[in-house]
C-alpha cells in the first residue's frame, strides 16, 4: 500500500507540472496567428509515412535506421510503461499479462528494443563527443543546445539500463512462472548473472530498484523534454499530422492583400465589413516578431530536433552565407520564451522593444535564402522553412520597403513593363521572329479555342539564352501539329519573383490580371518551359480562381515520347556524356523528377548523376529573386559548387529545363573556364536539335 500511495503521489507531481508546462505553452500559442486545418484522412497517412515510418529520417541510411529503431523502440517500449503505471497504482504485477500471445510479442519487442536502443544511444552519443560532425555545429548552437541533447540521450540510456535490469530481476524471481517473454534479459540470466546464487530479498529488492528507478525516470524524463530539444519526442507526431500538405513550391496566400488588389484592380467594388466569425486583419502583413507566426509556425519551434538536417543541405549555409534555417526556426521558439509571458500578461500591444527580425534574425539571413526548399525536403518533422522566410521577407517588403536595391528595381521593371527586365512589353513576341507562332487572339478572332495555351514566361521572352529554347520548344509544337497558342504580348510576368521577394501585393496583382486574360479565353491546359511559372500557375493560381492544367515542357515531352510521337534516331550526342540538373521548382518544389531523365533517356547518349540528384539535388543558387541581386556574403556562389559537383562527372553537357538554371548554369561553365569542354542545354534544345529541327 506504502508502494502505491508513494507512487501515486509521484505520478500526480509529474502529471502536475507537465500540465503547468504545457498550460504555459499553450498560453504562448494562443497569441499567434491561425492557420486552418483541414483534410484528416490526407494528414493521417502523411503521419504514418513520416512520422511512424520514419521515411524522411531513413534518407540518411545509417544514422537514419538507428534512430528510427530507438524510434519503434519507443512505441513498443510505451506499452510496458502504460502497464508499469497501472500496476504502480493499483498493486498488480504485470497487469496486461491476460493478453497471451500478444503480451508475450510485445514484451519480447520491448526487451530486444531496450538493448538495440543501448547501442543506438551509446552510437549518438559517442558521436556527439568524440567526432566532429558538421550538422551538429553553427552559430545558434550554444553550449546549452549540446548539453540538452547529452542530457537527454544519457536518461534515454539510463531508462534502457532499468528496463532491462528490471526485466533480469523478474526473471530472477520468477524462474519457472514469469509472464511475458524476454529473449535479451534472459540471455543475461543464463550467461552474466549467477542469478540463482541471490536470495530471494536481494533479488526482490534489485527489482524494485530497478523498477522505481525506470518509472521515476520517465516521469523525470517527461518533464525535461518540454525544456529540450527532445520535445520532439512528444511533439513529432502531431506536429507532421498538421503539417502543410501542398506541395513543397506553393507559398501561401495572403487574404488581406487579395482584398486590397481586388480593391485596387476594380474600385467599383464595395468595401465589405468583416461577417461574423470571420478573421480580423491582421495588424500588420508578414511577421515581424513572433506573434505574427501562426500557431503551426509556434508548433514547429517546438518540434525542432535541431538535428540540422536542414543546414547541411542549404546551400546558402553551404556556400558560408549567414542564413541556417535551423537558426530561424530555434530563433522563432526563442523569442517566443523572451516575449511570450510579457504577451499573455499585457495582450498583443506588449512592446518590449526587441522584434524577431534583427533582434533575432538579420535581413542578411533572410535574403540569402533561394527559396530551394531543400531543407524543408529533409526536415524529419516536416517543418517548413522558406515558408516563414518569405513571410518575414513580406513585412520587410510591404511594412518597411526595405528589400534589396536590385529587387526593387526588379519591382520597378514588373510594375512598369510586365518584365523583370527593362523591356517594353510590346517587345514580347520578338523572340518569334521568322517562326509562325499563332496568339490566342489570333485564334479567337477564326473561332477556335487551342488545346494548350504555350505560357512563354518573361524569362522565356526576353532572356537573350532562354528565348533560344522558347523557339526549339515551339519548333517542337509546330513539327508535331500541335494545337496551341502564345498570349503575345498580352502575356505578363507570372509574379513568381515579385512573391518569393517579399512583394505580395505586386504578385496578386500579376497574378489576377493574368487569370483575367486567361480565362477570357477559356484556357485550359497550359504548357510552359519554366518551372518557376509551371509552380505558380499550377500551384497559386488556383487561389483567384485561376485553374488550369499545367504540365511542364520536360512532361510534355515525356508524354510525346511515350506515345509515340516523337521518335529520335539522330545520334548526334551519342558520344558525349549528359548529366541533369534538377531544377528546384520542378523536383523538390512538386515532385517530379522523372519525366526530364525519361526524355534524355530517349536521346542516345551516356547519363550521369551529379552526387547531389533528384530530392538531394543542390540549387543552382538563382531561385527566391536571387538571379536578380547580388548573392550575400560567403565563401563561394552556389553557382559555383553546382557547376563544379557537375564538371566532377566529367559530363559534356549540363542538361537543364529551366531558365534560371540556364543561366546559372552557363555562367557557371565561364567562372570555371570550361566553355570548351562543356556545354549547357536544355532539354526542349536537346529533342530539337536530335529531331534536326
Ligand atoms: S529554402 Fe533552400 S536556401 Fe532557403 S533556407 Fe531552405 S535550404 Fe536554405
Ligand atoms: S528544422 Fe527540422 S531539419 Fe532543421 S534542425 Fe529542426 S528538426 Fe532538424
Not at 609 to 637: H, V, W, Y
Request: aromatic share 12%.
Amino acid at each position: 500500500m506504502i508502494k502505491q500511495i508513494l507512487f501515486l503521489i509521484s505520478l500526480l507531481i509529474t502529471l502536475g507540472v507537465f500540465t503547468w508546462t504545457i498550460n504555459r505553452l499553450y498560453s504562448y500559442m494562443k497569441q499567434t496567428r491561425p492557420f486552418p486545418i483541414s483534410d484528416y484522412g490526407k494528414r493521417f497517412n502523411m503521419m504514418m509515412k513520416v512520422a511512424i515510418g520514419q521515411s524522411k529520417i531513413l534518407r540518411f541510411p545509417f544514422t537514419g535506421f538507428l534512430h528510427a529503431l530507438v524510434f519503434w523502440g519507443f512505441l513498443v517500449i510505451l506499452f510496458g510503461s502504460i502497464e508499469m503505471v497501472i500496476d504502480g497504482l493499483f498493486g498488480t504485477d504485470r497487469v496486461l499479462s491476460f493478453l497471451g500471445v500478444f503480451y508475450n510479442i510485445i514484451t519480447a519487442s520491448g526487451d530486444v528494443f531496450a538493448f538495440i536502443i543501448i547501442i543506438a544511444i551509446i552510437i549518438f552519443l559517442a558521436r556527439r563527443l568524440f567526432f566532429h560532425i558538421k550538422r551538429f555545429t553553427g552559430i545558434e548552437m550554444q553550449h546549452k543546445s549540446h548539453m540538452d541533447a547529452n542530457i537527454a540521450l544519457s536518461i534515454i540510456l539510463l531508462l534502457m539500463i532499468s528496463l532491462l535490469g528490471m526485466n533480469v530481476y523478474y526473471l530472477i524471481l520468477h524462474p519457472d512462472s514469469f509472464e511475458g517473454y524476454f529473449p535479451v534479459s534472459m540471455f543475461i540470466v543464463s550467461n552474466l548473472i549467477p542469478g540463482h546464487a541471490l536470495d530471494f530479498h536481494t533479488a526482490h529488492m534489485m527489482h524494485e530498484i530497478y523498477w522505481w528507478s525506470h518509472i521515476l525516470l520517465i516521469f523525470l524524463f517527461a518533464n525535461i523534454l518540454p525544456y529540450s530539444k527532445h520535445f520532439h519526442v512528444f511533439m513529432s507526431v502531431p506536429n507532421v499530422f498538421l503539417a502543410r500538405l501542398e506541395p513543397l513550391g506553393k507559398l501561401y496566400n495572403m487574404p488581406e492583400i487579395t482584398k486590397e488588389v481586388k480593391l485596387m484592380m476594380n474600385p467599383d467594388t464595395a468595401f465589405t465589413a468583416p461577417t461574423e466569425g470571420e478573421e480580423a486583419p491582421p495588424s500588420r502583413f508578414g511577421v515581424k516578431d513572433v506573434e505574427d507566426v501562426t500557431w503551426k509556425n509556434y508548433l514547429d519551434s517546438l518540434t525542432c530536433t535541431e538535428c540540422g538536417r536542414c543546414t547541411s543541405v542549404c546551400p546558402a549555409n553551404i556556400t558560408g552565407k549567414k542564413l541556417s534555417p535551423r537558426k530561424i526556426i530555434m530563433d522563432v521558439r526563442a523569442r517566443m520564451k523572451e516575449k511570450g509571458p510579457g504577451l499573455v500578461k499585457v495582450g498583443k500591444d506588449f512592446d518590449d522593444q526587441k522584434a524577431l527580425i534583427r533582434d533575432y534574425i538579420s535581413p542578411e539571413e533572410l535574403w540569402a535564402c533561394t527559396t530551394c526548399n531543400a531543407c524543408a525536403q529533409e526536415c524529419p518533422v516536416n517543418i517548413n522553412h522558406p515558408s516563414i522566410i518569405v513571410d518575414m521577407r513580406r513585412y520587410l517588403v510591404m511594412e518597411e520597403s526595405a528589400a534589396p536595391g536590385e529587387l526593387n528595381g526588379m519591382f520597378t521593371n514588373i510594375e512598369n513593363n510586365g518584365a523583370p527586365w527593362q523591356f517594353s512589353p510590346e517587345d514580347r513576341m520578338l523572340w518569334a521572329e521568322g517562326l509562325e507562332v499563332p496568339t490566342m487572339a489570333d485564334k479567337m478572332a477564326k473561332g477556335e479555342k487551342p488545346e494548350y495555351l504555350f505560357w512563354v514566361g518573361s524569362a522565356g521572352a526576353f532572356d537573350d539564352r532562354y528565348k533560344k529554347v522558347t523557339r526549339e520548344f515551339v519548333k517542337i509544337l509546330n513539327h508535331l501539329n500541335i494545337d496551341y497558342a502564345v498570349l503575345g504580348v498580352e502575356e505578363t510576368d507570372s509574379g513568381d519573383v515579385s512573391r518569393r521577394g517579399g512583394n505580395e501585393m505586386l504578385f496578386q496583382m500579376q497574378a489576377m490580371m493574368n487569370i483575367e486574360i486567361m480565362n477570357a479565353y477559356e484556357v485550359k491546359k497550359i504548357v510552359t518551359c519554366c518551372p518557376h511559372d509551371f509552380n505558380t500557375l499550377k500551384n497559386e493560381y488556383p487561389d483567384y480562381d485561376g485553374n488550369y492544367e499545367v504540365i511542364h515542357h520536360s512532361q510534355f515531352l515525356q508524354k510525346l515520347i511515350d506515345e509515340g510521337k516523337v521518335n529520335i534516331s539522330d545520334g548526334q550526342f551519342k558520344d558525349k556524356k549528359i548529366t541533369f540538373h534538377d531544377p528546384c521548382y520542378l523536383g523538390r518544389g512538386n515532385g517530379e523528377y522523372e519525366a526530364p531523365r525519361d526524355v534524355l533517356n530517349a536521346i542516345p547518349g551516356e547519363k550521369v548523376e551529379m552526387k547531389r540528384n533528384k530530392s538531394f539535388g543542390l540549387c543552382c543558387g538563382a531561385g527566391g529573386g536571387q538571379m536578380f541581386k547580388e548573392a550575400e556574403k560567403g565563401d563561394k556562389e552556389v553557382f559555383i559548387e553546382r557547376t563544379e559537383e557537375a564538371i566532377e562527372t566529367g559530363a559534356d553537357i549540363i542538361c537543364t529545363a529551366c531558365p534560371f538554371c540556364m543561366v546559372m548554369m552557363t555562367d557557371g561553365i565561364k567562372y570555371k573556364n570550361q566553355e570548351e569542354k562543356m556545354k549547357n542545354y536544355d532539354i526542349a534544345e536537346m529533342v530539337s536539335m536530335s529531331l534536326g529541327l
